[in-house]
């Protein structure tokens, strides 16, 4: 028989039990993200996360605010007072831009947006739909409030993105995304005042791996089985990037995977440079970093420049600028009107100048890495056309058409001389041929040595360098000459310093 003193202990114990499954989940701290994460599609794969107040915070957000030579290119780093956290999520099936099912940024603001300022900063357009104005914006994206203060930038560009996202926030649905996402959503505190994480679960294949590291310039000669590799690269469960800023920044790259990774001291540092570049995503600042293997996981670590920030977060395409305020009838005199236009003017045009500086100083066409080149020229392209054109000159707006539009030119340079490689490196003659032979010297006298035929790939390989290298050259001069005319044409027409 069960008496009461053991009914209360088995009580106990039961709630005990029923705590333990009921709490992790009940108990799940609130963070200044979980208005926006309620707001993420389940089937998200990547977030971006970053938290803009934090940032302004540190000694590192502070020096870069008392910078007065950065423009709007550091915006996504070290936004204004304005905006308090930055959420970008997205679903991908691979590392395309046509890959990329849909992509949905959310910035969570200190004052209320506005649609219309926010049209005519991007010289978009207001529409309808119901009683909720929304922006259409030229670059291929969508705008609209989803709630009093946050503002969602939706592609693809329809109406029923809109629809769908403010259907999101009326349902009041909590965040259902996968394991690995919550878990990376959980890092952004303390220190960490951003994250990009990557959730890459049956992304690929054993079979794709393998045929991979058959053209990886790690595994030519191979450190390990291909086969070995390729089934623990199978296991790979996700990658974060966690940004620290403190007096500066520092970066730290995880890599997990569901089982214990071999000994990869030698050449997983090597491995994860070459993917990264492969897709797009790799920035110099990683070289320096120093390579760890914990259990389950390798680790990357180290300093991070704030150009290497700005790669990073590159692939962040929202408007850098959300204005609260717009009064398109406000009466202003001549010389106000010409001071507004100078501003904005100048604004761009140094953003423009910051992001093209960063493209120059970084040269992948010498180590091989063109198809790489060709990711980030179109990337830096889009940032360009996306920052704000209101107000700015008309001369200034067609110089920065001008910039992008030979960035795309080398960016097509970039990828049919990549192409023309890949086709080449798909023959069987990659290799250089040592052979004994006869030579005549200066004198016409014969003798004979070991010499080296070049083979077809390495010879392709070098004519494409040589190439895209001054293709890259012309474009940048042709930049320069550019930014000469229009610097002074702006100096002479405002009387301020471009």
Known sequence: MLNLRSFKQCSVWFMAAILTVVLPQCLQAETPFTPLLNQVPDDANILVMIDSEQIRRSVFGKAVVADKSAGDENSHIVSGEERAQVLLAAR????????????????????????AG?????????????????????????AVSTDRNVLAVLTPPDRQQVSRAVQMVNAKKKAQLSSYMTSAAEQVG????????????DMFSQSQIRSRLAGSETFRNPPIDVGVAASFLASIKGLVLQLAFRKDAQATLTVDFSQEPPEMSKWGKELIIEILSNNGAYFEDIDNWTFTQGKNKIVLEGPISISGIRQVLSLID??????????????????????????????????????????????????????????????????????????????????????????????????????????????????????????????????????????????????????????????FQAIDEDTVAIRRKMVEKYKVEF
């Open 118 to 142: 926010l049209a005519a900063s991007y010289s978009g357009s207001v529409e309808t739909l119901g009683k909720r104005d929304y922006a259409v914006l030229p670059y291929g994206a969508v």
């Open 190 to 201: 303390g220190a960490v005042g951003a994250i990009v994480a990557v959730d890459l679960n």
């Open 318 to 475: 929202f408007p850098t600028e959300v204005p609260s305020q717009y009064q398109p009838g406000a009466v202003l005199t001549s010389e106000q009107e010409q001071q507004r236009t100078a501003k904005a003017t100048l604004t761009r045009f140094r953003a423009t100048q910051k992001l093209v500086a960063d493209l120059r100083k970084d040269d992948r066409a010498r180590t091989g890495r063109i198809g790489e080149s060709a990711m980030w020229f179109d990337r830096y392209a889009r940032q360009i056309e996306t920052l704000p054109s209101l107000y700015v000159d008309p001369d200034m707006l067609q110089y920065c058409d001008d910039v992008v539009m030979r960035l795309r030119v080398q960016s097509t340079h970039y990828r049919m001389a990549s192409s023309r490689i890949n086709q080449q490196s798909a023959q069987q003659n990659q290799q250089n041929v040592d052979f004994w032979g006869n030579f005549n010297n200066f004198y016409g006298d014969t003798y004979n040595t070991w010499t080296r035929q070049e083979s077809d790939f390495a010879r392709t390989r070098r004519f494409e360098r040589a190439g895209s290298a001054s293709n890259r050259a012309e474009q």
């Open 92 to 115: 991908i099936r691979g590392f395309r831009n046509s890959m990329i099912d849909w992509q949905k940024a959310l910035i969570k603001m200190n004052v209320e947006p506005s649609i």
